[in-house]
T-cell receptor, first 112, second 111 residues
């Protein structure tokens, strides 16, 4: 069964900490995405990547960065966590624009 | 991407067909209709997509009207595990692979 695996299900971090959210997919997909999901705001794209070492800003990139050193791994980095970054973070991948996305189970991050 | 309109909630009896409507009256010719669902506290799950023709897979059927202004997702025999929020998304082929979810329909399957 194809999988997108996010390293943590729940995280609690302190304001100002540097936070790493890891995502690994085993489907050899070129495209990977990081979204955050908040009540009433739906799913919002933070960053995406078409290829190794390639990244593009999504709708809300401020306060975040990403790293894609290997095809199967796409990391989201919160440079200095803030309370407004408390959210559910979802990683997804797909193999092309005609295909559906496969999502991970999500990481619920709380910044205190 | 075209805007979609879905009812905020629906109920369905277990074992019966669940028919979830979606209006996308501003859809353009190169836009596909995608359906996803999200079970509580999990990531969204792809269900099905289509352009013009009706589609069926092991999870559901997708019926798209001839004018493509609306569609219906059909879960033929709903189970309690189908309780989720269902999202209808209309998306152009070359939209940079970005996905935007609206409010969706909260389907409650009841025993």
């Amino acid at each position: 069964d194809v999988k997108v695996t996010q390293s943590s299900r729940y995280l609690v971090k302190r304001t100002g900490e540097k936070v790493f959210l890891e995502c690994v997919q085993d489907m050899d997909h070129e495209n990977m995405f990081w979204y955050r999901q908040d009540p009433g705001l739906g799913l919002r794209l933070i960053y995406f990547s078409y290829d190794v070492k390639m990244k593009e800003k999504g709708d809300i990139p401020e306060g975040y960065s990403v790293s894609r050193e290997k095809k199967e791994r796409f990391s989201l980095i919160l440079e200095s966590a803030s309370t407004n970054q408390t959210s559910m973070y979802l990683c997804a991948s797909n193999s092309g624009e005609l295909y559906g996305y496969t999502f991970g189970s999500g990481t619920r991050l709380t910044v205190v | 991407d075209a805007k979609t309109t879905q009812p905020p909630s629906m109920d369905c009896a277990e074992g019966r067909a669940a028919n979830l409507p979606c209006n996308h009256s501003t859809i353009s010719g190169n836009e596909y209709v995608y359906w996803y669902r999200q079970i509580h506290s999990q990531g969204p799950q792809y269900i099905i997509h289509g352009l013009k023709n009706n589609e069926t897979n092991e999870m559901a059927s997708l019926i798209i009207t001839e004018d493509r202004k609306s569609s219906t997702l059909i879960l033929p025999h709903a189970t309690l595990r189908d309780t989720a929020v269902y999202y209808c998304i209309v998306r152009v082929r070359d939209a940079g692979n970005m996905l935007t979810f609206g409010g969706g329909t909260r389907l409650m399957v009841k025993p």
